[in-house]
């Protein structure tokens, strides 16, 4: 116990006091309920506490709640360390109690410590050079090219045998991944060795859905950067020859409605180069056009101006009808009204809570 503490507790590398702990009698492989004195060794990066552990017998594949020495040293990105505990015969393929390999922790290892440091491609060279499976799956039934996150790591994955168009169990692939994470290397990486643009995960979506999706779970300045890095990779994305710019997913959004909502206008304007179609309307009717009709921004009204009312659809007349009552437009409710729009519709306040209704009546009384 106390040599665990030590350890734990140490600034600097302790060595002598570790020596001297074994000497006395420690037991090497004591864990605590997380780590054995090895894993706190190769957390701390004590290269030489490391090595002392082992050539006095310390177990290098014990598997425990923060999985393996290895898993360790990889979170870390300590090469060194990593080298040390193959050389004793880690094992590259043992499974973390959540599901995961060494070789997808590999993948998404950065330095948290120090963001802006590129993360290491070689964490996932040494690995697959001893062995480890780019195919092999971990929680969520992800493989590490879905957790990849810079362009080297890609190609390194891709060269072994990774599969490009892999689904996990949400239907995401590596492509929809980086999309939604906003990273336009990994996303390029992967367009560039033949990932499929268009393929759709179990709601329907599409990478470039992804990239344009403005839900933001990130923290601190990821959550600031997102918006921006995820529109890169939108950019990107319709640089491919064969994308569609007009599929939807199980709600009917289309990028197109997406990126009017982003109030993106360099992306509406590559959209609508692409013939995105302009007309097509979501589970409450709602089109590119009667979300620029509600919005504030000049230009994209512009780029997306208002149709006859004249033979458009129930849904879409109803869509336009909650439009105008929210700006306040009387003579455009008077219109839409006298073209067959219905003073009594009904709808779904958002897309997770389609079956809460609310009227236009009630819409109105509220503005």
Same mark, same amino acid.
Do not use: C
């Given at each position: 116990?106390?040599?665990?503490?030590?350890?734990?507790?140490?600034?600097?590398?302790?060595?002598?006091?570790?020596?001297?702990?074994?000497?006395?009698?420690?037991d090497?492989?004591t864990?605590?309920?997380?780590?054995?004195a090895?894993?706190?060794?190769?957390?701390?990066?004590?290269?030489?506490?490391?090595r002392?552990l082992?050539?006095?017998?310390?177990?290098?594949?014990?598997?425990?709640?923060?999985?393996?020495?290895l898993?360790?040293?990889?979170?870390?990105?300590?090469?060194e360390?990593?080298?040390?505990?193959?050389a004793?015969?880690?094992?590259?393929?043992?499974?973390?109690?959540?599901?995961d390999?060494a070789?997808?922790?590999?993948?998404?290892?950065?330095?948290?410590?120090?963001?802006?440091?590129?993360? =290491?491609?070689?964490?996932?060279?040494?690995?697959?050079?001893h062995?480890?499976?780019?195919?092999?799956?971990?929680?969520?039934?992800?493989?590490? +090219? !879905?957790?990849?996150?810079?362009?080297?790591?890609? =190609?390194?994955?891709?060269?072994?045998?990774?599969?490009?168009?892999? =689904?996990?169990?949400?239907?995401?692939? %590596?492509? !929809?991944?980086?999309?939604?994470?906003?990273n336009?290397?990994?996303?390029?990486?992967? +367009?560039?060795? /033949?990932?499929?643009?268009?393929l759709?995960?179990?709601? /329907?979506?599409?990478?470039l859905?992804?990239?344009?999706?403005?839900?933001?779970?990130?923290? /601190?300045?990821?959550?600031?950067?997102l918006?921006?890095?995820?529109?890169?990779?939108?950019?990107?994305?319709l640089?491919?020859?064969?994308?569609d710019v007009?599929?939807a997913?199980?709600d009917?959004e289309?990028?197109?409605?997406?990126?009017?909502?982003? %109030?993106?206008?360099?992306?509406?304007?590559a959209?609508?180069?692409?013939?995105?179609?302009?007309?097509?309307? &979501?589970?409450?009717?709602?089109?590119?056009?009667?979300?620029?009709?509600?919005? &504030?921004?000049?230009e994209?009204?512009?780029?997306?101006?208002?149709?006859s009312?004249?033979?458009?659809?129930a849904n879409?007349l109803?869509?336009?009808?909650?439009?105008?009552i929210?700006k306040?437009?009387e003579? =455009?409710?008077?219109?839409?009204?006298?073209?067959?729009?219905?003073?009594?519709?009904?709808? /779904?306040?958002?897309?997770?809570?389609?079956?809460?209704?609310?009227?236009v009546?009630?819409?109105?009384?509220?503005?």
């Amino acid at each position: 116990n106390f040599l665990l503490y030590v350890l734990s507790q140490s600034e600097k590398q302790p060595l002598e006091i570790v020596r001297v702990l074994i000497d006395k009698g420690a037991d090497v492989n004591t864990p605590s309920s997380s780590k054995t004195a090895l894993m706190r060794a190769a957390d701390k990066g004590y290269l030489d506490i490391v090595r002392l552990l082992l050539s006095k017998g310390a177990q290098v594949n014990v598997n425990i709640d923060d999985g393996t020495p290895l898993m360790v040293a990889v979170n870390r990105g300590d090469t060194e360390i990593m080298k040390i505990l193959l050389a004793a015969g880690a094992d590259v393929k043992t499974v973390h109690r959540m599901g995961d390999q060494a070789l997808m922790m590999a993948a998404e290892q950065r330095s948290y410590r120090t963001p802006s440091l590129e993360p =290491k491609a070689e964490v996932v060279e040494l690995l697959l050079a001893h062995g480890a499976d780019p195919k092999a799956r971990g929680e969520w039934n992800r493989t590490a +090219l !879905m957790l990849a996150n810079t362009a080297a790591k890609v =190609k390194l994955l891709l060269a072994k045998g990774a599969e490009i168009d892999a =689904k996990d169990e949400y239907g995401q692939t %590596a492509l !929809m991944h980086a999309a939604e994470r906003g990273n336009a290397a990994v996303a390029s990486a992967l +367009l560039d060795n /033949g990932a499929s643009v268009n393929l759709i995960d179990n709601k /329907g979506l599409t990478a470039l859905l992804y990239s344009l999706d403005d839900e933001n779970m990130a923290h /601190g300045e990821e959550r600031k950067t997102l918006p921006q890095r995820r529109l890169a990779v939108a950019r990107r994305i319709l640089l491919a020859k064969n994308v569609d710019v007009n599929a939807a997913n199980q709600d009917g959004e289309t990028p197109l409605i997406r990126a009017v909502r982003l %109030a993106n206008i360099d992306v509406i304007k590559a959209l609508l180069a692409k013939k995105a179609d302009a007309n097509r309307s &979501d589970v409450f009717g709602d089109t590119a056009i009667t979300l620029a009709y509600n919005s &504030d921004n000049a230009e994209i009204k512009k780029l997306l101006p208002l149709p006859s009312l004249k033979r458009q659809p129930a849904n879409v007349l109803n869509a336009f009808l909650r439009a105008a009552i929210e700006k306040k437009d009387e003579a =455009k409710v008077k219109e839409l009204l006298t073209a067959g729009a219905d003073p009594n519709h009904e709808y /779904g306040i958002s897309y997770n809570h389609k079956s809460i209704k609310r009227t236009v009546l009630i819409l109105a009384a509220g503005e």
